[in-house]
């Protein structure tokens, strides 16, 4: 039973901060390319101030906004939920929108480029359809056999647990274009479909896992993973893809989920 | 200019375009038009739950959810649509469970479902546990769900096309030996982010699921993305929208930026405090206290603020508190928007109270429908192949507030009745003949925007224009307050004729595009300031300081905003009113 919170309480001082935004100068560098204009890419710098509470994603607008309206990235929902945003931030792939300017080396140029292993559009925009097509094709949808319950099939929270962690994925494509095995051989389905698979497989309600087992038994499917962790690393929301990975992996040599 | 033909066209992939595509798609040859990828959409930010009287954890039913929306919305709520909703409430969430969503469950294997805003036991008696939800990510799971549904079902999309006009003709009908004239859908035009290219689909029936208009405030839980181009595109072309005076603030927003932390802390046990530590929601009110609705609730934060009573070294916030709750809880049940709270603000839930102040989150208002989400072009006529659903509709089910965990039930309940009758009308309907030069408007409005070099910036007009709507469209309003907007909106639509677009290019110009959304930005402003005029009363998320009662006397009706260029006073927007719709309940004073 929750207990009811006290009508007042003393809070402490200083409580919730806030007040005055430190600001610092940074340098940020983006990797441009643009074929209508040249078949090469470069990379443009600019000098911004930004405050304390900034994100890549705010240094990109400014960009946009204030200096270079040609520059073009995806971005929609601004806070780490919709995957739009994923490019690669000094090296790493992680989303604008979520990496704080203030904790990266200010002292040093911010380096933004696209991510790595799908075709560049134009500036840090790339072509997502390769992405979504090895998501498609391991068939990401529950599918039962049977009748259906009139209501609700039960489900334990044990075994809602156990694919919980698979379900957070936004299909940003951090943790696809973060393996070097995507990056040699574009065949290979890549940790976010492989992911996606996972949240099905090792659902209670779903009928088809086998399928899918057979699916990722292919050669493009689970065994080019060389367990580099770079996925796991790399997702914004915190899946451990490399676990879910060797998951599937055991499955198929077990056949049991 | 590439021509393409369907029987039913889709305009947004949120929650409700899909729900309606993963009907329509079964039915009749569907296409969705998204200027975004369908997992991008705004739905996906939805964190608290979607209701239903399921009572699987305890005694509930749909009168009683049909009650306390009607109650929510301040009694503007068109009640038949209201009961339409709560019955259908039931079978939505099981259809999103059998298409696999991962509903947190019960010890005993049903769908768990927790407490929200305003949803009461038999009519106010008590708070009622009535969400069903998947953590603090249930948007997430249901755009994925329905994402994951229309690849089963191999619907079309086609993605980051921009729908820029609505192709309508006037077709003279006679009946009963009167003429009158309808309008008729013909199509859409639609812009290829990639190309650059215009798109015209021809199609027998448009379903318009494009969501909000966020983006006019500048503090909002809302994606960037979200600038009402739907409503903009409507209005442009004749169709009135209803009741665009009433958006919602919600309570809990990171102080500054405006990231929403959902009322579901509040469900799970938090509570808000002042500066002094008081629990101050105890008294305004004293029933259902934090879990009041959220126009109570943001309303009592912005005036502890104004009282002297905010938090923080410039008193301009108040303190969400979840210190009382088990850290294991918090995890379990709300672990995304802890962790905002830790990126974006650096605060530790367990232990400290967390900044929050309301945010701009929900349009009421929208294209006006009827409960077969048919588009209504005056008070009854029905525009013959015009879908809406979802946030750019009014059916209305919302009234002047919204009760939390209700849109995501509405999207998926009148999304669906939209793609089935979409489909159905388009299976005996022919075509209507495509309008000569069908793309001149929108190829104006774009060579206007590429080509204008008067040095103006989009993204300085849109600021101003956000800086004002948060300064006098807010919380609390008056008429000076409304009249300053208007004009200062007047003079920013009068500089957005004067606007650079830098980038030149036909590929992925997404510089282009902002100009244009702002466009429909300014328009939507200025409907919203002028209805919000024209309602000389408070009532539900609309409150005026200068008529601080409602006044169900002169403004029991709905709102009709229209484009007319003779309504110079309220900058070519004209107000009418349209009845409420009442079966059961008469209004009552609101109190919790
Ligand atoms: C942070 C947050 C939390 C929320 N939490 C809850 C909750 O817990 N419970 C609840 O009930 N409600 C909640 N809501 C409200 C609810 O999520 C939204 O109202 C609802 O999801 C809107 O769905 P939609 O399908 O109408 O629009 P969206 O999901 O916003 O989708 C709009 C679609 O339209 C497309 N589009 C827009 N313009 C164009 C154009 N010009 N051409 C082509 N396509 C276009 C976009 O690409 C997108 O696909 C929340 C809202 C927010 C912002």
Same mark, same amino acid.
């Given at each position: 039973?929750?207990?009811?919170?006290?009508?007042?309480?003393?809070?402490?001082?200083?409580?919730?901060?806030?007040?005055?935004?430190?600001?610092?100068?940074?340098?940020?560098?983006?990797?441009?390319?643009?074929?209508?204009?040249?078949?090469?890419?470069?990379?443009?710098?600019?000098?911004?101030?930004?405050?304390?509470?900034?994100?890549?994603?705010?240094?990109?607008?400014?960009?946009?906004?204030?200096?270079?309206?040609?520059?073009?990235?995806?971005?929609?929902?601004?806070?780490?939920?919709?995957?739009?945003?994923?490019?690669?931030?000094?090296?790493?792939?992680?989303?604008?929108?979520?990496?704080?300017?203030?904790?990266?080396?200010?002292?040093?140029?911010?380096?933004?480029?696209?991510?790595?292993?799908?075709?560049?559009?134009?500036?840090?925009?790339?072509?997502?359809?390769?992405?979504?097509?090895?998501?498609?094709?391991?068939?990401?949808?529950?599918?039962?056999?049977?009748?259906?319950?009139?209501?609700?099939?039960?489900?334990?929270?044990?075994?809602?647990?156990?694919?919980?962690?698979?379900?957070?994925?936004?299909?940003?494509?951090?943790?696809?274009?973060?393996?070097?095995?995507?990056?040699?051989?574009?065949?290979?389905?890549?940790?976010?479909?492989?992911?996606?698979?996972?949240?099905?497989?090792?659902?209670?309600?779903?009928?088809?896992?086998?399928?899918?087992?057979?699916?990722?038994?292919?050669?493009?499917?689970?065994?080019?993973?060389?367990?580099?962790?770079?996925?796991?690393?790399?997702?914004?929301?915190?899946?451990?893809?490399?676990?879910?990975?060797?998951?599937?992996?055991?499955?198929?040599?077990?056949?049991?989920? | 200019?590439?021509?393409?033909?369907?029987?039913?066209?889709?305009?947004?992939?949120?929650?409700?375009?899909?729900?309606?595509?993963?009907?329509?798609?079964?039915?009749?040859?569907?296409?969705?038009?998204?200027?975004?990828?369908?997992?991008?959409?705004?739905?996906?930010?939805?964190?608290?739950?979607?209701?239903?009287?399921?009572?699987?954890?305890?005694?509930?039913?749909?009168?009683?959810?049909?009650?306390?929306?009607?109650?929510?919305?301040?009694?503007?709520?068109?009640?038949?649509?209201?009961?339409?909703?709560?019955?259908?409430?039931?079978?939505?969430?099981?259809?999103?469970?059998?298409?696999?969503?991962?509903?947190?469950?019960?010890?005993?294997?049903? *769908?768990?479902?927790?407490?929200?805003?305003?949803?009461?036991?038999?009519?106010?008696?008590?708070? !009622?546990?009535?969400?069903?939800?998947?953590?603090? &990510?249930?948007?997430?799971?249901?755009?994925?769900?329905?994402?994951?549904?229309?690849?089963?079902?191999?619907?079309?999309?086609?993605?980051?096309?921009?729908?820029?006009?609505?192709?309508? !003709?006037?077709?003279?009908?006679?009946?009963?030996?009167?003429?009158?004239?309808?309008?008729?859908?013909?199509?859409?035009?639609?812009?290829?982010?990639?190309?650059?290219?215009?798109?015209?689909?021809?199609?027998?029936?448009?379903?318009?699921?494009?969501?909000?208009?966020?983006?006019?405030?500048?503090?909002?839980?809302?994606?960037?993305?979200?600038?009402?181009?739907?409503?903009?595109?409507?209005?442009?072309?004749?169709?009135?929208?209803?009741?665009?005076?009433?958006?919602?603030?919600?309570?809990?927003?990171?102080?500054?930026?405006?990231?929403?932390?959902?009322?579901?802390?509040?469900?799970?046990?938090?509570?808000?405090?002042?500066?002094?530590?008081?629990?101050?929601?105890? &008294?305004?009110?004293?029933?259902?206290?934090?879990?009041?609705?959220?126009?109570? !609730?943001?309303?009592?934060?912005?005036?502890?603020?104004?009282?002297?009573?905010?938090?923080?070294?410039?008193?301009?916030?108040?303190?969400?508190?979840?210190?009382?709750?088990?850290?294991?809880?918090?995890?379990?049940?709300?672990?995304?928007?802890?962790?905002?709270?830790?990126?974006?603000?650096?605060?530790?839930?367990?232990?400290?109270?967390?900044?929050?102040?309301?945010?701009?989150?929900?349009?009421?208002?929208?294209?006006?429908?009827?409960?077969?989400?048919?588009?209504?072009?005056?008070?009854?006529?029905?525009?013959?192949?015009?879908?809406?659903?979802?946030?750019?509709?009014?059916?209305?089910?919302?009234?002047?507030? &919204?009760?939390?965990?209700?849109?995501?039930?509405?999207?998926?309940?009148?999304?669906?009745?939209?793609?089935?009758?979409?489909?159905?009308?388009?299976?005996?309907?022919?075509?209507?003949?495509?309008?000569?030069?069908?793309?001149?408007?929108?190829?104006?409005?774009?060579?206007?925007?590429?080509?204008?070099?008067?040095?103006?910036?989009?993204?300085? *007009?849109?600021?101003?224009?956000?800086?004002?709507?948060?300064?006098?469209?807010?919380?609390?309003?008056?008429?000076?307050?409304?009249?300053?907007?208007?004009?200062? *909106?007047?003079?920013?639509?009068?500089?957005?004729?004067? *606007?650079? !677009?830098?980038?030149?290019?036909?590929?992925?110009?997404?510089?282009?595009?902002?100009?244009?959304?702002?466009?429909?930005?300014?328009?939507?402003?200025?409907?919203?300031?002028?209805?919000?005029?024209?309602?000389?009363?408070?009532?539900?998320?609309?409150?005026?300081?200068?008529?601080?009662?409602?006044?169900?006397?002169?403004?029991?009706?709905?709102?009709?905003?229209?484009?007319?260029?003779?309504?110079?006073?309220?900058?070519?927007? &004209?107000?009418?009113?349209?009845?409420?719709?009442?079966?059961?309940?008469?209004?009552?004073?609101?109190?919790?």
């Amino acid at each position: 039973m929750e207990k009811e919170p006290a009508s007042k309480v003393e809070l402490a001082p200083g409580v919730g901060g806030g007040g005055e935004i430190p600001t610092f100068d940074i340098t940020l560098k983006v990797r441009r390319y643009n074929p209508e204009v040249s078949d090469e890419a470069h990379w443009d710098e600019w000098q911004l101030t930004m405050y304390g509470t900034d994100r890549v994603l705010d240094a990109l607008h400014k960009v946009k906004w204030e200096h270079d309206g040609s520059v073009s990235f995806r971005r929609s929902c601004a806070h780490g939920v919709c995957g739009s945003d994923a490019m690669r931030i000094n090296g790493r792939n992680r989303l604008a929108c979520k990496t704080l300017l203030k904790d990266l080396d200010t002292s040093k140029p911010i380096l933004v480029e696209p991510i790595k292993g799908l075709p560049v559009e134009k500036d840090l925009i790339v072509d997502m359809e390769p992405f979504f097509q090895s998501y498609r094709e391991i068939m990401p949808f529950l599918v039962s056999k049977g009748h259906e319950p009139t209501k609700e099939r039960l489900q334990s929270a044990e075994e809602r647990d156990r694919y919980d962690d698979t379900t957070k994925c936004i299909l940003c494509a951090a943790c696809t274009s973060s393996c070097p095995v995507f990056w040699t051989d574009g065949q290979y389905f890549g940790p976010a479909a492989i992911v996606n698979a996972h949240r099905f497989i090792f659902d209670s309600r779903d009928d088809a896992g086998d399928m899918r087992l057979e699916i990722l038994n292919d050669k493009e499917g689970v065994w080019r993973c060389r367990t580099t962790f770079n996925c796991s690393e790399a997702c914004p929301r915190g899946i451990q893809v490399t676990k879910a990975i060797s998951e599937v992996k055991q499955a198929i040599l077990t056949r049991k989920v | 200019m590439q021509v393409h033909k369907y029987d039913v066209v889709i305009v947004g992939a949120g929650g409700a375009g899909m729900r309606a595509a993963i009907e329509s798609g079964q039915r009749a040859r569907t296409a969705v038009l998204t200027k975004l990828y369908p997992t991008r959409s705004h739905t996906g930010a939805a964190q608290g739950g979607m209701c239903a009287a399921l009572a699987n954890v305890e005694e509930d039913n749909w009168e009683w959810h049909t009650f306390d929306t009607v109650k929510g919305g301040d009694y503007l709520v068109d009640q038949d649509a209201a009961e339409v909703m709560a019955k259908e409430a039931i079978e939505a969430v099981l259809d999103l469970e059998k298409m696999g969503l991962p509903f947190n469950r019960t010890p005993e294997g049903r *769908i768990d479902q927790r407490r929200f805003g305003g949803h009461t036991r038999d009519h106010g008696k008590a708070p !009622v546990r009535r969400s069903c939800y998947a953590a603090d &990510r249930t948007g997430h799971m249901i755009l994925q769900t329905l994402y994951q549904n229309c690849v089963k079902h191999n619907v079309e999309f086609y993605n980051e096309y921009y729908v820029l006009d609505l192709l309508m !003709v006037d077709q003279e009908v006679t009946e009963d030996g009167v003429t009158r004239i309808q309008k008729r859908v013909a199509g859409v035009v639609s812009y290829d982010l990639a190309s650059g290219e215009l798109h015209v689909f021809q199609a027998k029936s448009v379903v318009f699921a494009s969501g909000g208009v966020g983006k006019v405030y500048k503090t909002t839980s809302n994606a960037h993305t979200l600038t009402g181009d739907g409503m903009g595109i409507a209005f442009r072309r004749g169709i009135p929208l209803e009741d665009m005076e009433f958006f919602q603030f919600h309570p809990t927003g990171l102080a500054g930026l405006g990231i929403l932390l959902s009322e579901a802390a509040r469900g799970e046990g938090a509570i808000l405090r002042n500066s002094e530590g008081e629990r101050f929601m105890e &008294r305004y009110a004293p029933t259902i206290k934090d879990l009041a609705p959220r126009d109570i !609730v943001a309303r009592s934060m912005a005036n502890e603020v104004r009282e002297g009573r905010g938090a923080g070294p410039n008193k301009d916030y108040v303190l969400l508190d979840l210190t009382h709750l088990e850290p294991a809880h918090i995890d379990a049940k709300l672990p995304d928007i802890t962790e905002f709270a830790r990126t974006y603000l650096g605060v530790e839930p367990y232990t400290e109270p967390v900044p929050v102040f309301p945010t701009a989150h929900y349009a009421m208002g929208g294209i006006p429908t009827n409960i077969k989400a048919e588009v209504l072009s005056d008070n009854d006529t029905v525009v013959p192949g015009l879908y809406a659903a979802g946030e750019v509709a009014c059916v209305s089910v919302h009234g002047s507030n &919204r009760l939390g965990t209700n849109s995501l039930l509405d999207i998926n309940v009148f999304g669906k009745r939209a793609g089935l009758a979409a489909a159905e009308y388009a299976l005996t309907a022919d075509f209507v003949e495509i309008p000569e030069n069908p793309t001149t408007e929108t190829e104006e409005l774009l060579n206007r925007a590429r080509s204008s070099e008067g040095g103006e910036r989009v993204a300085l *007009i849109r600021k101003e224009l956000q800086d004002i709507m948060d300064a006098n469209v807010q919380v609390f309003r008056t008429e000076q307050t409304l009249v300053e907007a208007l004009r200062v *909106i007047d003079t920013l639509e009068e500089r957005y004729t004067r *606007i650079t !677009v830098q980038d030149k290019g036909k590929r992925f110009n997404l510089d282009l595009l902002e100009a244009v959304e702002l466009g429909f930005l300014l328009d939507m402003a200025k409907v919203m300031t002028a209805a919000a005029l024209h309602r000389k009363e408070s009532r539900g998320g609309h409150f005026r300081e200068d008529y601080p009662e409602r006044d169900d006397e002169n403004f029991m009706t709905h709102s009709m905003a229209y484009k007319d260029p003779r309504a110079t006073e309220t900058s070519g927007v &004209r107000l009418e009113t349209k009845p409420v719709i009442f079966t059961r309940y008469q209004p009552m004073e609101r109190k919790y």
